[in-house]
């Protein structure tokens, strides 16, 4: 059944050029016009941005790092950071995502302009907007391919862009933009590939399939839902009866007579009813639309029910087990976004020591101290909080996790969960509270755990080590 399968060993760029286009159109569309292919869309936006990501400075200066936090939370609003004003820093890495299954990539310029908090702002620009038509390289020995100029050893040099005057029409010289003031959000799977593929691509033509197979059935089901009657006449019999008009020879005309709820209609002599009623097959698509959507999850590396979201057949284990795997999947899209997002920080604080918003006079002798940084994600809700937390617990105990990583895991910086910790523990102190034997089980809010003195009670310690009772004395000690 094979020996048809005709097959050439070619590089990705000639393999993938010739639908490239046919490709990115056919992926757009279903976006456009598939509920599946959403589906899979918003279950790779919601988890590998989700909420979004908080910057965590570590230039080992506190009140730095502060400053940085601070200035960058501000600069993430969209009037600071998207040169058109329209998107903020976490929706363009959600279109980003987007864009990046179905199209198979986006180009975020970096733009060095006045206004805003500093003078640096992103813009960005589909894959339609390189000029595939531009042949002559900028510098001498350089090859163009596909809008992007490489140099010998196929590193990306420059990227031209087609322009457009206001109108939308194309101005005739392309523009060239140096490859460090652009990053190309994609993919590469094979050493030899130099565009973008869209992901989607290996899953388009049974998503398409699903849609044509849905839309038959629906059809089905709407020609399955009509009622009909069927008058069935004696030859020869004649008459007039209620509810028809006389028809010529004398029969009777049940053309106008209409289907109407309780209503009563006698026929004419002879003649007999007889009902249409087809029946559906409506639950018989479940199965295999199952089966397709299954296949459609684990060809882009998710489980079925990240995709559906049906966990109507999902147990503790099997759900846990899933999110596992498709947090693995999560992962490689989350390590290309940071990489994105840790170029944009290390540009934003340059940008903000050269316009003076950012005073650090060592900067560019401990320029890499000082653009050390983490990002950490917003959590996900739990499973099954009971279960979790005891893992966690047991986890943190055994020396598995360290406190750090467990605050990251849950979206939160582990010195403000300290901080925290201490604020409260201080508060509940001044309220005479033990929040400690309350959190722990050692005690109560009543007051805190026997042997253990109270605040006010004339029990002080005066910083000796030694406590006081009442009247003063201090205890015999043993011998």
């Known amino acids: 059944m094979n020996s048809g399968w005709r097959v050439v060993n070619q590089s990705a760029e ?27 869309l918003h279950a790779y936006r919601r988890n590998v941005v989700g909420r979004g990501y908080a910057l965590r400075a ?32 976490h929706e363009i890495l959600r279109m980003m995502v987007d864009r990046k299954k179905v199209d198979g990539g986006i180009l975020i310029l970096f733009r060095y302009t006045r206004g805003g908090l500093v003078p640096f702002k ?27 100029e490489y140099n010998r050893y196929g590193q990306p040099v420059g990227y031209w862009f087609r322009q457009y005057d206001l109108e939308g029409y194309q101005a005739m010289k392309p ?90 209609m006698e026929t004419g002599p002879g003649d007999s009813v007889e009902v249409i009623d087809p029946k559906g ?67 934003f604080v340059i940008s903000g020591v050269l316009s003076g918003l950012f005073s650090i006079p060592d900067f560019w002798q401990r320029r890499e101290d000082y653009l050390n940084h983490s990002w950490v994600k ?12 005891t893992a966690n617990k047991i986890a943190l105990q055994t020396g598995q996790k360290t406190f750090p990583e467990l605050c990251a895991e849950y979206g939160k910086d582990w010195k403000e969960a300290i901080d925290e910790m201490a604020e409260v523990a201080r508060y509940a102190k001044e309220k005479g509270i033990d929040i400690g034997g309350m959190l722990f089980g050692t005690g109560t809010a009543d007051g805190p755990p026997a042997g253990i003195p109270s605040p006010g009670d004339g029990h002080e310690d005066d910083g000796d080590g030694a406590v006081t009772n009442g009247g003063g004395e201090q205890p015999e000690a043993d011998s």
Request: charged letters at 30%; hydrophobic letters at 35%.
């Open 14 to 40: 000639l393999t993938d050029r010739p639908g490239r286009d046919v490709v990115r159109a056919r992926a757009r569309d279903l976006e456009r016009n598939s509920d599946i292919a959403q589906a899979v």
């Open 58 to 89: 570590l230039t080992g200066d506190e009140a730095l790092d502060t400053r940085l936090e601070k200035a960058w939370k501000r600069w993430t609003d969209a009037r600071n950071c998207d040169v058109t004003g329209e998107q903020s820093f």
């Open 122 to 148: 992103l813009q960005c620009l589909e894959v339609d907007e390189l000029d595939v038509s531009q042949s002559s390289p900028k510098h001498r020995g350089n090859t163009v391919v596909g809008g992007v």
């Open 175 to 264: 523009a060239f933009v140096d490859a460090r003031d652009v990053f190309f959000f994609k993919s590469k799977r094979r050493p030899s590939q130099l565009r973008e593929i869209s992901d989607l691509a290996h899953t388009i033509t049974r998503i398409r399939d699903i849609n044509e197979f849905v839309l038959a059935v629906a059809m089905k089901e709407r020609i399955s839902s009509l009622f009909g009657l069927v008058i069935k006449r004696a030859e020869g019999k004649g008459g007039f009866g209620r509810g028809g008009v006389p028809a010529p020879g004398g029969q009777k005309d049940y053309s106008s007579v209409k289907m109407k709820p309780a209503m009563i």
């Open 281 to 347: 097959t409506a639950n018989d698509a479940a199965g295999f639309l199952k089966t397709q959507q299954g296949l459609i999850s684990s060809g882009q590396g998710l489980s079925y029910e990240a995709v559906s979201r049906d966990m109507s057949k999902s147990t503790y284990s099997s759900a846990r087990q899933n999110a596992i795997e498709d947090e693995a999947t999560y992962a490689e899209e989350v390590e290309l976004l940071t990489a994105f997002m840790t170029e944009v920080y290390e540009a």
């Open 378 to 389: 917003a959590p996900k809700k739990w499973i099954e909080p009971v279960k979790e937390a």
